[in-house]
């Protein structure tokens, strides 16, 4: 770990009074001990919970051009600079590059351990990877029986697919690293509660779980402003069947849907 985090051969002797960099905790995960070329250092998360996010952070003594994938699926870096509102950390003096990235644990995901690999190619062309395995664990989310005919359960279903269709066919997938400058805030006043969470699992006419609730709402009475929560570019903007009046906002790297009723 020592002379991962401090680019030193194994057998490098230490002596009194030299400066040495040492691993500390960290809100975002631990730092995976590693030697791999270039990289210096590897922060992953200790679990995932299901339906939450967690955080990569890749230190390197140079630039890099990098891949990594998550449970299979490839992850987006971004430069430390242009995310460090989010991450909350400082860019270390020591390393002057170091690449950022989201790791997304899907609601319905199995508990489990789940693989990240990172890879990049070394200056003489070898292929240098990693893979280190992070736990994702069951989420606190409540379950919801919902009785409908199954004429309505059908269009809903639909309704749903088309309303992720136009959502993503809003958004130009380009890069807009620079509109996430601040964190998320909330789209309505604290004093409005929140009466359907995010990932709540949902069973039709007592079937199987096999969907949750992917938003979050709020009551409120009619007429109460509702407020962007970060700087963005309108997508979409009209009512849609089943969820009524809707706007898709694109943050660049992420979106989020702000629904209106």
């Known amino acids: 770990m020592l002379s991962a985090l401090n680019n030193m051969s194994d057998t490098q002797r230490l002596f009194p009074m030299q400066p040495i960099r040492l691993p500390a905790d960290t809100p975002i995960g631990r730092i995976a001990p590693l030697r791999l070329g270039a990289i210096q250092a590897v922060t992953i998360p200790d679990a995932l919970i299901q339906g939450r996010t967690g955080r990569l952070l890749v230190q390197s003594n140079r630039p890099l051009s990098m891949t990594a994938t998550w449970n299979g699926l490839p992850v987006a870096f971004t ?4 995310a460090a509102s989010i991450t909350e950390t400082v860019q270390p ?3 002057p590059a170091t690449e950022f990235a989201l ?3 899907p609601a319905l995901i199995a508990p489990g351990p789940y693989i990240i690999s990172l890879t990049y190619a070394a200056r003489n062309g070898f292929v240098l990877q990693h893979s280190w395995p992070v736990n994702v664990l069951e989420g606190p989310y409540e379950t919801q029986d919902i009785e409908l005919p199954d004429e309505g359960r059908s269009a809903g279903a639909h309704a749903g697919g088309r309303r992720a269709d136009k959502a993503h066919a809003g958004l130009d997938g380009g890069d807009a690293a620079a509109l996430l400058d601040r964190r998320f805030s909330p789209p309505i006043g604290s004093e409005y509660a929140t009466t359907s969470p ?3 699992r949902r069973s039709y006419n007592g079937g199987p779980v096999a969907s949750y609730h992917s938003g979050q709402d709020f009551g409120a009475p009619e007429g109460v402003t509702i407020t962007v929560p970060a700087p963005g570019v309108v ?3 009209e009512p849609l069947n089943v969820r009524g009046n809707a706007v898709v906002i694109d943050h660049g790297a992420v979106f989020i849907r702000a629904i209106g009723i």
């Not at 430069?79 to 242009?82: G, I, K, R, T, V």
């Open 93 to 95: 003096a020591s390393a």
């Open 235 to 237: 997508a979409l903007a």
């Open 79 to 82: 430069p430390l600079a242009a």
């Open 103 to 105: 790791l997304p644990a």
């Open 198 to 200: 995010f990932g709540t």
